[in-house]
Structures are given as C-alpha cells and as structure tokens.
C-alpha cells in the first residue's frame, strides 16, 4: 500500500473515531471555536426572498451547519462526497421529521441529502441562490477549479459564504496546540502529519485563487478574532462573495 493510501485510511479513521469528541465535543475551548465558526459564517447580510431561496452547501459532513442558518429558505442541499456521514445524517432528520405534526411538516422547507463532488457540480447553470461551504477548500485537490464552479451554480446576485482557516498561520498553530493536539487519537500517528495531509491547500495559495475567480464579485472578507491583523495571526477568515454574472470567468 502506498504512503498516501496509508495516510488515507488514518484520516477516515480519525473521522470515524475521533472527530465528533476532538472538534464538537471536545473541552469548553473547543466547543467555543466550533460554536464561534458556525456563528460568524451567518453574520454577513442574507438577501430576503418572498419565495425562499435556495441553498445548497457543500462538503456538509454530518449536517452541522444547516441548524444556525436563518429558515428563510425553500430548498437546502445538505451534500458531501463522502456518503457515510451523510447517510447518517439524513436519517436523523427523518426521525425528526416522524415526529412533526403534519400541518407543521408541510409549512418545512425541502431539505434533501446529495453525494456531491465540491469540484464537479452535476447542476445547471444559476440554480442556486446561496453556496455554503465550512471547512472544505483547504481540502480539495483543484480548488480554483472548484471556486469556478461554485460560481457557475449560483444565479446572478446571488452569494457564496464560505470559511477558509488560516493555514499555517502562527494563532491557528497555536490554538491547535492547546485543543486538538492534546486530545488522544485512536490512530498511531503523528497528528501534524494526517492534519497537513487534509489541509493541504494554505491560506496565501487559496486567497489568491478567490481574487482571481471572483476579479468581477463583490468580495467581502472577515478574519476572527482579529479583524485588522494580517492573517498569520488570526484562526479563520470568512469569504462572503455576492455573484454578479454580467462579469464572467
């Protein structure tokens, strides 16, 4: 077996295993900055719509954002590539739904589950009103590629809200350091080399790539906790790109 398939199989250990206690269930410090990033990729303006919009999110896991975003919708695509956690999650939302009354039932939004490839859409041209994407660039192999195909989905004046870490930064190292570095993992690994293996793509590389994708968009980004720092010492930033296709790429 090759290193990389090794490194692999590690890593889907680790999701399997450890994700849930590391990341969302993890000390009263972890739980805040999974809290925190959930909170602010909602903070920027969501247009309103008489009808609902339409949403889909991508690389969704096992459907943790969909709760903070604002009901206001018609329609959300909880999609990920990987279909355990999906399939997981679709059947949580099916019992909850057993458990709605039906006159409370028909007033919910559409809510669908799809294995979806972030960087090869199977939808047509502008069939979204808003792209959601939490910690996913920093994984993909092609992600220019993918950013362009984030924006051909999404309608004119529509918007992608998407959250890249600051990747290797000097405040997200450390604030690794004291959370999920000293957690247990149930893989003998050293941690920096299976995370490194996942976020691949850092931020100077992915920041350069969404100028150049979205050279004609409004662009507007928010780094946390520091707004006004450069980005090795910050944790996050949040990109929320309002789409105008009378600028095409």
């Known amino acids: 077996m090759k290193p990389s398939e090794i490194i692999a199989n590690a890593n889907k250990e680790l ?7 590391i990341v969302m269930k993890g000390g009263r410090l972890n739980r805040w900055v999974y809290r925190k990033t959930h909170q602010e990729l909602e903070r920027f303006e969501i247009r309103e719509s008489k009808e609902g919009l339409s949403i889909l999110e991508l690389g969704a896991q096992s459907d943790q954002h969909r709760l903070w975003v604002k009901m206001n919708y018609q329609s959300y695509i909880v999609s990920d590539i990987a279909l355990t956690p999906l399939l997981k999650s679709k059947l949580m939302y099916e019992k909850s739904l057993s458990q709605i009354h039906s006159n409370v039932e ?15 859409i199977e939808y047509p041209d502008e069939t979204f009103d808003r792209l959601i994407a939490t910690c996913l660039l920093v994984h993909l192999g092609n992600p220019i590629d993918a950013l362009h195909e984030w924006r051909r989905v999404i309608k004119n004046g529509g ?4 959250y890249v870490p600051c990747e290797p930064g000097l405040i997200l190292r450390m ?9 247990k993992l149930s893989v003998k690994f050293p941690y920096d080399l299976l995370h490194y293996s996942q976020h691949r793509n850092h931020f100077l590389a992915l920041d350069e790539f969404i100028k150049y994708i979205f050279s004609g968009d409004r662009v507007k980004r928010r780094f946390f906790p ?3 720092l450069p980005w090795e010492f910050n944790l996050w930033v949040i990109y929320s790109v309002e789409v105008s ?4 790429k």
């Not at 999701?15 to 206690?21: G, L, P, Q, V």
């Not at 296709?245 to 095409?248: E, T």
Request: aromatic share 14%.
């Open 175 to 183: 604030a690794r350091n004291l959370t999920h570095k000293r957690k």
């Open 159 to 162: 918007k992608i809200d998407f």
């Open 245 to 248: 296709k009378s600028q095409s």
């Open 15 to 21: 999701y399997e295993h450890d994700y849930e206690n």
């Open 106 to 120: 028909a007033d919910r939004p559409i809510i669908k589950f799809e294995k979806i490839d972030a960087e090869k």
């Open 226 to 228: 520091f707004r006004f």
